[in-house]
T-cell receptor, first 111, second 111 residues
Framework: LAKTTQPISMDSYEGQEVNITCSHNNIATNDYITWYQQFPSQGPRFIIQGYKTKVTNEVASLFIPADRKSSTLSLPRVSLSDTAVYYCLVGVPQGGGKLIFGQGTELSVKP | NAGVTQTPKFRILKIGQSMTLQCAQDMNHNYMYWYRQDPGMGLKLIYYSVGAGITDKGEVPNGYNVSRSTTEDFPLRLELAAPSQTSVYFC??????????FGPGTRLTVL
């Protein structure tokens, strides 16, 4: 099972780009990397998922280097509403292999 | 699609009581999961299922039981509720291509 390591917390200001890095040194060949956003009292919200190189959608980008031992979630021009906990999950989407979450990164965006 | 739905939203149990947390998904996903999240903490996997009739233990299965008689439903049963089971419970589902996607959660208090 791939273990993930993320910073416990990060601070940013409105309008800045925020990059959150996740380390996953023992990622398996078939594993994907998925990022979630969670607000208090809500379920984790799927943000973005990738296998290698770069993936971009309307809310974020995901950068994965060639060795896949880490990944970086990039949030462009954050606002106060991006204050949340962000989780990196490594595993096969079809589960079976027990999708285990790490401790997450608490992002605080200030005005 | 409603996605992943959970009932009830809130519940208070007395010590020793039993209850079933309901989870349903309408995305025809084969893989389903139950997680719990204690206040201020991360997500812990309780049980998961890779298809109807197949379930397996996660990180913290003690005190819980699950069944998967259909693709759509994955109920979680608490027998003899204890204060340590006070938590928010999230159900999730995934397919071979993407996910998992989470439901809104059930907040359970055991007094």
């Amino acid at each position: 099972l791939a273990k993930t390591t993320q910073p416990i917390s990060m601070d940013s200001y409105e309008g800045q780009e925020v990059n959150i890095t996740c380390s996953h040194n023992n990622i398996a060949t078939n594993d994907y990397i998925t990022w979630y956003q969670q607000f208090p009292s809500q379920g984790p919200r799927f943000i973005i998922q990738g296998y290698k190189t770069k993936v971009t959608n309307e809310v974020a980008s995901l950068f994965i280097p060639a060795d896949r031992k880490s990944s970086t979630l990039s949030l462009p021009r954050v606002s106060l509403s991006d204050t949340a906990v962000y989780y990196c999950l490594v595993g096969v989407p079809q589960g079976g292999g027990k999708l285990i979450f790490g401790q997450g990164t608490e992002l605080s965006v200030k005005p | 699609n409603a996605g992943v739905t959970q009932t009830p939203k809130f519940r208070i149990l007395k010590i020793g009581q039993s209850m079933t947390l309901q989870c349903a998904q309408d995305m025809n996903h084969n893989y389903m999961y139950w997680y719990r999240q204690d206040p201020g903490m991360g997500l812990k996997l309780i049980y998961y299922s890779v298809g109807a009739g197949i379930t397996d233990k996660g990180e913290v299965p003690n005190g819980y039981n699950v069944s998967r008689s259909t693709t759509e439903d994955f109920p979680l049963r608490l027998e003899l509720a204890a204060p340590s089971q006070t938590s928010v419970y999230f159900c999730a589902s995934s397919s071979s291509g993407t996910g998992p996607f989470f439901g809104p959660g059930t907040r359970l208090t055991v007094l």
